[in-house]
């Protein structure tokens, strides 16, 4: 029974993953949000309550960075070539990107509960809403929640650049997630926390870009300016209650730059810390709420 008990709780893993992925994913024409981003009408769309949730919290996050966490930004990441479509070979000129642009905007969405039930509703026909930078931490609390219906108290969950831990690990010390450098090495650590009971979560602008027209093109779009940040912020990290919640302020506060970001977070009073390109090297910033959490840290 012992032996089979792993096998069958690494199956309840993958079916729930599979299930996240059939709810959320933009890569599927049949998941769940697809269906909704394919329908060409403004009526209320219903939807599951889990992805009400998702949609609510990301447009209350959306709102406290205002506007720089947008789940509708999907087409200008696909015209930058960081979605199903390819890489553009020339720089999209501001004629694209103000047509990309006239199909985004958090102002577009809203959820409905009527009567009990859930709905989505869009006011532009074409708007396409991209959960993709909470899903990781969705998924990370949905196996979190697995864990405790199969009895298990001690845990450490990761799903992408998103982390929840309970307990102890198996040598009965804390749970420690490490904070990456933005080098090019793997497993170079920058800093080290225990997260006991919270989600981690950290976006970065060092390892998914491209090259092009000679400049460095990174994945992180501004929904303001309809193109990629520029700026010195190249990692952000935040600890929350769940992963949900610290995936979605991770790309917000990304988004928003080392100056804006800080002002956000004091205001929010979110733990968070910060690298920041500096010269040929980088600095660290980190909240009063973060700091709790830090085991040690490395020059």
């Not at 981003?37 to 992805?51: I, Y």
């Amino acid at each position: 029974m012992m032996r089979q008990r792993p096998r069958r709780c690494a199956a309840k893993v993958q079916a729930q993953l599979d299930a996240d992925d059939r709810l959320l994913s933009t890569w599927k024409n049949d998941s769940a949000l697809m269906r909704f981003n394919h329908a060409a009408t403004t009526e209320p769309w219903p939807v599951s309550e889990a992805m009400a949730d998702i949609v609510t919290l990301s447009l209350r996050i959306g709102a406290k960075t205002h506007g720089a966490m947008d789940i509708t930004v999907g087409p200008l990441v696909n015209l930058w070539g960081f979605g199903p479509d390819k890489q553009p070979v020339t720089t999209p000129d501001a004629e694209a990107i103000a047509a990309a642009k006239a199909r985004t905007g958090l102002q577009h969405l809203q959820v409905i509960n009527q009567s009990g039930r859930q709905f989505l509703q869009k006011d532009i026909p074409d708007l396409f809403v991209d959960l993709s930078t909470v899903g990781e931490g969705y998924a990370a609390d949905h196996l979190a929640r697995l864990m405790e219906q199969e009895g298990i108290s001690r845990y450490l969950v990761s799903v992408g650049g998103a982390l929840v831990s309970r307990g102890m690990n198996g040598e009965g010390k804390p749970w420690r997630v490490a904070i990456q450098k933005p080098t090019d090495r793997e497993n170079a650590v920058q800093a080290i926390v225990d997260i006991n009971g919270h989600g981690i979560s950290t976006s970065g602008s060092y390892r998914n870009y491209y090259e092009l027209d000679g400049k460095r093109i990174s994945h992180v779009i501004d929904p303001q300016t309809g193109q990629p940040i520029t700026h010195k912020l190249v990692s952000v990290t935040v600890i929350a209650p769940t992963a949900l919640e610290a995936d979605g302020w991770d790309t917000g506060l990304m988004v928003l730059g080392p100056e804006k970001a800080q002002q956000v977070v004091r205001e929010e009073g979110l733990a968070v810390y910060m690298i920041v390109k500096e010269g040929e090297g980088f600095k660290t910033w980190m909240s009063p709420q973060f700091r709790t959490f830090l085991v040690g840290e490395k020059n």
